[in-house]
């Protein structure tokens, strides 16, 4: 589709702002309202609710409701697989108008959002819907004269809380999962980039999803957000975003009813190019992708790059040319790599850390400028540090942004040590043609991926998820169907005759 196309529907998009509970569209109950930005261009885009405690209790009251109806829950699993499959296929239909949304709203390029986002998020609900009619519950080894069943059963009400950076995917990797399961869910997307979600709950009441089932409720993380962790009729939350406001979700289930929390948070992956590496342009490529893939807001993102000493040079030179082809462009454009960050505020948080780096001695390669200015959007050039090392800042802290910090290292223990030497534990890469070294690495690394000779690879049925304070919890997979589940033994004892 040509540049001029996506701008022409763009122009014809209509928005809907309003949340979604028990099947209705409608205002906050304060009748407050926030606005909608457009990253790409810094003005308005859209009017959204602005939803406080009042709405969320009736939202997880429409949830509870319907929960225990069993209109849902109780739904025969080939029922439930059939009408989530159909949800995955209004996704596709609806394909340009969700994918220009998460442009418009989080200002990703086109070609990302039609091609890899809205695809894969209805990949994940229908393989998800597809799973449903074949987990099996046991029957435990016991005696004859006892027959012990161990049943999965739903949570009943699911908070999910998604973050701005993949708005409709990672709704996806929490709904598809939870639904599937047989709970009702309450969603609560970033107040950056909350109209994806209202879009796909709509699109379940179109596949036939009770009314109630899944309610979307848009708003900021310290009204909605909090109100959600809080509330004593929510029985688990499910968080993507920062590892800060995670540790908030689990002090809110402390205060409430202890309710279940499984966090994906921050992330400062290791990109770990070792001396033998074969691939060595391959690579050159996978570290720019890792890094300006979403303009850098990825949790996973390829932040810290380690390469050895001995090729250093030669690869960030390499790296340096590449870099040139994802200079920042208008994301509706379907040639652009790079689009705009998603909000002034990150945006300044990018250049913080990026004046913060020079301050604290690192070499400035490329970037660190704003661009695009005159466009009123909040645009950052591809940004590549050297000489930094693991005490720096910008080594130790998520940017959420397109800046990559390059470390040196001598062998392969130290580059483990320095891979290791930060909180978090998302992700890690490494590049070698050694099998030994490769099995070796990723053995002491301390991550929940670790990729050998590629990056960022997975797909629905692999579990991602992260060590230290990345955070607990997998999504995707059976694992994620899994953990919106719980254990239920039923002891028979069998009279003999």
Not at 191 to 200: D, G, K, N, T
Not at 379 to 407: N, Y
Not at 463 to 471: N, R
Request: glycine share 8%.
């Amino acid at each position: 589709m040509s540049h001029e196309n996506w701008s022409d529907l763009a122009q014809s998009l209509k928005f809907e702002g309003r949340a979604l509970i028990a099947g209705d569209l409608l205002g906050s109950a304060t009748g407050e309202t926030f606005t909608s930005e457009n990253p790409a261009t810094g003005r308005p885009l859209a009017t959204v609710a602005s939803c406080s405690a009042e709405d969320v209790d009736r939202a997880v009251r429409s949830a509870r409701a319907t929960f225990e109806s069993g209109k849902w829950s109780r739904l025969a699993p080939a029922e439930r697989k059939k009408r989530l499959v159909r949800l995955a296929e209004l996704m596709q239909k609806h394909s340009r108008e969700l994918a220009l949304l998460e442009t418009l709203d989080m200002g990703k390029p086109i070609s990302d959002s039609a091609s890899i986002d809205v695809p894969v998020s209805a990949t994940c609900i229908a393989w998800n819907g597809e799973a449903i009619d074949k987990l099996y519950d046991e029957i435990a080894p016991t005696d004859p004269t006892v027959t012990a069943l161990i049943t999965r059963e739903p949570l009943g009400v699911v908070g999910a809380v998604v973050p701005w950076n993949f708005p409709l995917l990672m709704a996806c990797w929490k709904v598809g999962p939870a639904l599937a399961a047989g709970n009702s869910v309450v969603l609560k997307p970033a107040e950056q980039s909350p109209l994806s979600a209202i879009a796909l709950g709509k699109l379940a009441l179109e596949a036939d999803i009770p009314a109630g089932v899944l309610n979307v409720i848009p708003g900021f993380g310290e009204t909605a957000g909090k109100a959600l962790g809080l509330h004593n009729d929510v029985d688990a939350i499910s968080f993507t975003g920062s590892t800060e406001v995670g540790k908030y979700f689990l002090r809110y289930s402390a205060e409430s009813n202890m309710k279940r929390v499984t966090l994906e948070c921050g992330g400062k992956t290791p990109h770990i190019v070792m001396a033998d590496c074969e691939y060595l342009d391959e690579a050159v490529q996978a570290a720019a992708f890792g890094i300006f893939f979403n303009q850098g807001e990825v949790c996973n993102a390829g932040s810290r790059l380690l390469v050895h000493a001995s090729i250093k040079q030669q690869f960030l030179d390499k790296l340096v040319a590449f870099s040139a082809k994802f200079t920042p462009g208008d994301p509706l454009d379907p040639s652009t790599k790079m689009g705009a960050i998603v909000s002034k505020p990150q945006l300044d948080r990018v250049m913080h850390y990026i004046d913060l780096a020079q301050q604290e001695g690192a070499t400035l390669r490329i970037g660190g400028t704003r661009e695009r200015t005159g466009s009123g959007g909040y645009f950052v050039a591809p940004t590549i540090f050297d000489k930094v090392d693991s005490g720096m800042t910008i080594a130790r802290d998520e940017v959420f942004g397109p800046v990559l910090s390059t470390i040196t290292f001598n062998s392969e223990d130290e580059a483990i040590r320095i891979a290791n030497d930060t909180m978090y534990g998302l992700a890690a890469a490494v590049w070698t043609r050694n099998i030994d070294v490769a099995l070796r690495t990723a053995k002491r690394l301390r991550a929940g991926s670790v990729w050998v000779n590629c990056f960022d690879e997975g797909n629905i049925s692999v579990p991602f998820g992260g060590f230290k304070q990345s955070g607990f919890g997998r999504d995707k997979s059976l694992h994620a169907i899994k953990k919106y589940s719980d254990l239920k033994t039923t002891w028979i004892k069998i009279r003999q005759s």
